[in-house]
């Protein structure tokens, strides 16, 4: 395949504006902590969000040992139940540049899981935590955030009530990196499921994006290709937009799997819209798995 540029690209808070067509590997977005993608003057949500009304949602932050101290902040979306229930939990990681809020405040993904739920989808949560700026979701010299999630975060979702027995895995460009790369590194006995989409991968260090790995020898111990028997027993899906920059190394990806994982190449880029056309059917499959 042609050589990948190494420029990355750094949208930062103008996921919801879309880049679709931009062909430099390496197009992250996210939103402004904070930041709501309902349009201020209409009050209405971007096209395909259901008005379905979420659940509550809880938050806080703790200070990670494995982040190096650094305060990481997290959230729990509920689906509208009332029950008591011990529910399963599908953790959601950001893009680069982006933070916990973004699962909520960009996809809606809470919006999504309350429809999907009302239409007989089996409950479960969505808890999402902040994965560093461009760490990439693996151990670095600045600090492990996979490990933070594992060390930290599943056992912080225990005290809140959810199981966390057998976890589901989605992610979004560095964070469908992240994805994969939690999958292999917990393996099929913990991760019932995982969705990558537009995931942020390369075929050697020299193609991947400024920042995403500390060195070659850094992007060589974590490169999914060269991990791909940990992903044994782990049901998968990956999807990618037709005209995203990560879609010729994700159909590489997809060709290395066996059986090939669900999902697909679809119309699309690089973009909160696309990962929100997505949602519905990933859930669904979140579901049918978790």
């Known amino acids: 395949m042609p050589a990948i540029s190494r420029r990355a690209v750094l949208i930062g808070g103008l996921g919801a504006l879309g880049v679709a067509g931009l062909g430099a590997v390496g ?22 969000v259901p008005s379905a009304a979420p659940g509550r949602t809880v ?36 893009g680069r540049g982006g933070n916990h809020h973004d699962a909520v405040t960009s996809l809606h993904l809470d919006r999504f ?68 790369y939690l999958a292999g590194r917990l393996a099929g006995a913990r991760v019932a499921c995982a969705v990558a989409e537009s995931p942020a991968l390369w075929h050697s260090a020299g193609q991947s994006a400024d ?44 060709a290395a799997l066996s059986p090939t994982p669900a999902g697909g190449i679809e119309p699309g880029g690089h973009d909160s819209a696309y990962w929100r056309s997505q949602a519905p059917a990933q859930l669904a499959f979140v579901g049918t798995h978790l």
């Open 27 to 48: 197009v992250e977005t996210g939103v402004l902590p904070g930041k709501t993608t309902v349009d201020r003057l209409t009050g209405q949500l971007p096209p395909g």
């Open 113 to 180: 899981l309350a429809d999907a739920v009302a239409h007989g989808l089996p409950p479960f949560a969505i808890a999402s935590v902040d994965g560093g700026d461009h760490d990439y979701w693996h151990p670095r010299r600045t600090g492990d955030t996979a490990g933070m999630v594992i060390d930290e975060f599943l056992p912080l979702l225990e005290t809140n009530g959810l199981n966390t027995a057998r976890i589901a895995l989605l992610g979004w460009s560095m964070g469908g990196y992240g994805a994969l």
């Open 59 to 94: 938050g806080g932050s703790f200070v990670s040992a494995r982040r190096n101290g650094v305060r990481t902040s997290w959230t729990i979306a509920y689906p509208p139940t009332t029950a008591d229930a011990r529910l399963p939990v599908l953790i959601a990681l950001h």
């Open 211 to 254: 920042g995403a790995f500390d060195d070659a020898q850094d992007f060589d111990a974590h490169a999914i290709f060269g991990r791909l028997g940990l992903l044994a027993g782990v049901a998968l899906r990956l999807d990618c937009g037709d005209q995203d920059g990560f879609a010729p190394v994700t159909r590489d990806l997809r």
